[in-house]
């Protein structure tokens, strides 16, 4: 890749398709499901097929990617803005979020978590998908010294196609205290 122009060459090293996309690119190439993911300084993503050359599809992000990260279901992406884009096999995004105002340092996948590095702090996401996730309550009980002090639930949800976190706390151990919080 280089000059706007990205190429294939086949085990001889002979020439089997080069494709003119107009912009450096920003990363480096990635495979990803028979596709080469190409990320350009112009704000898009490309995908061609290894096969062929030819343009799959493509995304305009609004900001030049910084860093891709292929998973089975999702290429996660960061652009210079600081935003965290998932997008699926066509594409389309699956889901976006920001996580600051500047770059987002580093990105890594494994053991069914994404974990970012961004202003200073490290996120880490779970892979559950929104549709799978939407509706699922979790409720606990908080012990002191075997007598119960507290009790919460928090519910994820789906709300504009962004993950949604509510919570609630109860507490009595230090007196009566009420906690509710919202998380997108």
């Given at each position: 890749?280089?000059s706007g122009?990205?190429a294939?060459?086949?085990?001889?090293?002979?020439?089997?398709?080069?494709?003119?996309l107009?912009t450096e690119?920003t990363?480096d190439?990635v495979?990803w499901r028979e596709q080469?993911i190409?990320?350009g300084?112009n704000?898009y993503v490309?995908?061609l097929?290894?096969?062929s050359g030819?343009t799959?599809?493509?995304?305009d992000l609004g900001h030049?990617?910084?860093q891709l990260?292929?998973?089975t279901?999702h290429?996660?992406?960061?652009?210079e803005?600081?935003?965290?884009?998932?997008l699926d096999?066509?594409?389309t995004?699956?889901?976006?979020r920001?996580i600051g105002?500047?770059?987002?340092?580093?990105v890594s996948?494994?053991?069914g978590?994404l974990?970012?590095?961004?202003?200073?702090?490290?996120?880490?996401?779970d892979?559950?998908?929104?549709s799978?996730?939407a509706?699922?309550?979790?409720?606990?009980?908080?012990f002191?010294?075997?007598?119960k002090?507290?009790y919460?639930?928090?519910?994820w949800?789906?709300?504009?196609g962004?993950?949604?976190?509510q919570?609630?706390?109860?507490?009595?151990r230090?007196?009566f205290?009420?906690?509710r919080?919202q998380v997108?």
């Amino acid at each position: 890749a280089g000059s706007g122009a990205i190429a294939r060459y086949d085990g001889d090293l002979e020439r089997s398709w080069s494709r003119w996309l107009g912009t450096e690119l920003t990363t480096d190439p990635v495979e990803w499901r028979e596709q080469l993911i190409c990320a350009g300084a112009n704000g898009y993503v490309y995908a061609l097929s290894l096969q062929s050359g030819e343009t799959v599809w493509k995304v305009d992000l609004g900001h030049p990617a910084e860093q891709l990260t292929t998973g089975t279901d999702h290429l996660t992406l960061t652009t210079e803005d600081g935003a965290l884009i998932a997008l699926d096999g066509t594409g389309t995004v699956s889901w976006f979020r920001q996580i600051g105002s500047g770059t987002v340092a580093r990105v890594s996948a494994g053991q069914g978590r994404l974990y970012v590095s961004a202003g200073g702090q490290l996120h880490a996401f779970d892979s559950a998908r929104p549709s799978t996730a939407a509706s699922d309550t979790i409720w606990w009980e908080g012990f002191s010294r075997g007598v119960k002090t507290g009790y919460g639930w928090q519910l994820w949800s789906v709300a504009d196609g962004a993950l949604v976190l509510q919570s609630y706390r109860v507490g009595w151990r230090h007196g009566f205290v009420q906690l509710r919080s919202q998380v997108r």
